[in-house]
């Protein structure tokens, strides 16, 4: 008598059930934009990489945002711009001459466009160096704290103070890189002008 024996295997071939495999059958592969990665594999507090990733989603407690959620402000202008322009997250981060100063610092102002991502892909190919997501989010932190610091503290936003916070931040980078990283980012740290 000749038995048929069937031998059953899942379609990743196993026989052998994973809910994680089942899981990424029934939904297939979605591309992820290389800036998640960039960022989520920095050097960078998990603060930062938060504070960066809420602005990449556009969810910055900005005024235009707060605007959108039907927050009522005496002004939704942004504080550091005398241009009177509503704060969006570009103009915050990329278009108000304040911004532009501290990109400018880098050598990077003409290089910024009209949406974030596209900046930060052209501020990579000019950075050139493995930690420029390091240099992006920390140049990010130094405009938001200028912010900050004029609106809840009432002080006066100079592109000297960003430079030092911007400085700050990339000494404490240096100290959660790995030790050949580190020691690239010192140099360039020393060579900032």
Request: aromatic share 16%; hydrophobic share 45%.
């Given at each position: 008598m000749n038995q048929f024996r069937y031998k059953w295997s899942y379609i990743w071939g196993s026989p052998n059930f994973a809910s994680s495999k089942a899981y990424k059958q029934l939904l297939g592969s979605?591309?992820?934009?290389?800036?998640?990665?960039?960022?989520?594999?920095?050097?960078?507090?998990p603060k930062r990489k938060v504070f960066f990733w809420l602005a990449i989603k556009d969810c910055s407690s900005t005024r235009g945002l707060l605007k959108r959620r039907n927050m009522e402000l005496e002004s939704y202008n942004y504080v550091l711009c005398h241009l009177d322009t509503e704060q969006s997250l570009n103009h915050l981060f990329?278009?108000?001459?304040?911004a532009l100063?501290?990109?400018?610092?880098?050598?990077?102002?003409?290089?910024?466009?009209?949406?974030?991502?596209?900046?930060?892909?052209?501020?990579?190919?000019?950075?050139h160096k493995p930690f420029f997501m390091e240099i992006i989010i920390a140049m990010f932190w130094a405009i938001w704290t200028a912010r900050n610091d004029a609106i809840?503290?009432?002080?006066?936003?100079?592109?000297?103070s960003c430079k030092q916070v911007f400085r700050q931040e990339l000494a404490q980078v240096k100290l959660r890189a790995k030790e050949d990283l580190s020691l690239q980012i010192q140099l360039w740290i020393d060579n900032f002008v």
């Amino acid at each position: 008598m000749n038995q048929f024996r069937y031998k059953w295997s899942y379609i990743w071939g196993s026989p052998n059930f994973a809910s994680s495999k089942a899981y990424k059958q029934l939904l297939g592969s979605i591309p992820i934009p290389p800036i998640y990665n960039w960022l989520w594999n920095s050097s960078c507090l998990p603060k930062r990489k938060v504070f960066f990733w809420l602005a990449i989603k556009d969810c910055s407690s900005t005024r235009g945002l707060l605007k959108r959620r039907n927050m009522e402000l005496e002004s939704y202008n942004y504080v550091l711009c005398h241009l009177d322009t509503e704060q969006s997250l570009n103009h915050l981060f990329l278009e108000c001459p304040f911004a532009l100063s501290c990109w400018n610092m880098l050598g990077l102002a003409h290089l910024i466009q009209d949406n974030l991502i596209d900046s930060v892909f052209l501020f990579r190919t000019q950075i050139h160096k493995p930690f420029f997501m390091e240099i992006i989010i920390a140049m990010f932190w130094a405009i938001w704290t200028a912010r900050n610091d004029a609106i809840f503290r009432n002080q006066q936003h100079s592109l000297q103070s960003c430079k030092q916070v911007f400085r700050q931040e990339l000494a404490q980078v240096k100290l959660r890189a790995k030790e050949d990283l580190s020691l690239q980012i010192q140099l360039w740290i020393d060579n900032f002008v």
